[in-house]
């Protein structure tokens, strides 16, 4: 699997408008229902249940990366996005940082294979000192995604 | 130091996704034993079980074995908690 199989290049988000979490999370899912990879209603579901599981437990596993992840029964198709937010966020980190990227993933909820492989594709890369580097750093959508083509490429 | 391992197998539905990982580091950051989290296979990996972001790369789906190998002072205690962990399938189905 690659990130492009379910990154939607189109609803990455270079620059977060949002200065909160529950914010950058609205605004991501927001972004993927307007490229159409959802319905507006389900984006609202969504969210609820994003926020939800962030109040359960941070998905903000530290050095400046986040990934709001949950598996719910109006996703038909893996979908994912990106979002970078310049001033940081407060996601309640496990090592207490700010989140500078956010990579986002919504799964159907009878697929866990899928979204464990998709989970393993991010975090390889997460894992990456450039690639988180080159992900903060990265100023436009068109850079986001070349960056993902390049790792995808394992360059 | 002693060594104490013991071999699991992932037996909830969803497997070893985000919030399991970060269980078993949370238990796992108890112990003062370096952890490890062995899969076999057709591609063999490791993880640190202390690290989340490791234990996610694994991608323990459910049916997959995994050695749980502990390397200090409290290698038993923690191999057995840990397992037990596994088998109480995170709370989980």
């Known amino acids: 699997m690659k990130l492009k199989d379910f990154i939607v290049t189109d609803a990455i988000v270079a620059e977060l408008k949002a200065g909160d979490r529950d914010g950058a999370i609205r605004e991501l899912v927001q972004s993927l229902a307007a490229t159409g ?5 389900t984006a609202e579901e969504v969210v609820t249940a994003l926020v939800n599981r962030e109040q359960n437990g941070s998905t903000g596993f530290g050095k400046g990366v986040a990934v709001p992840h949950v598996k719910h029964a109006k996703i038909k198709k893996m979908v994912g996005t990106i979002g970078r937010s310049a001033t940081g966020l407060d996601f309640a980190a496990l090592d207490h940082q700010p989140v500078y990227s956010v990579v986002l993933l919504l799964s159907p909820d009878n697929q866990p294979q899928q979204h464990l492989q998709a989970m393993n594709i991010v975090f390889s890369n997460l894992q990456k000192d450039i690639f988180r580097r080159f992900l903060r750093q990265a100023a436009t959508k068109q850079a986001i995604s070349d960056l993902l083509d390049e790792a995808d490429q394992g360059k | 130091m002693p060594i104490a391992s013991r071999e699991i197998v992932v037996s909830n539905t969803l497997g070893l996704h985000a919030r399991p990982a970060m269980q078993f580091v949370d238990l796992a950051n108890q112990f003062a034993s370096n952890i490890t989290v062995y899969k076999g296979g057709d591609e063999p990996e490791q993880a640190d079980g ?3 972001m490791q234990m996610i790369i694994l991608a323990a ?4 074995p995994l050695r749980i190998e502990a390397d200090g002072d ?3 205690d923690a191999v057995k908690k840990l397992a037990d962990l596994f088998e109480s399938k995170f709370g989980e189905e």
Do not use: F, I
Request: glycine residues 6%; proline residues 0%; negative net charge.
């Open chain 1, 37 to 41: 990879a959802l319905t507006d209603e």
């Open chain 2, 50 to 52: 202390k690290s989340v």
């Open chain 2, 61 to 64: 789906t459910q049916g997959t």
């Open chain 2, 74 to 76: 409290d290698a038993d």
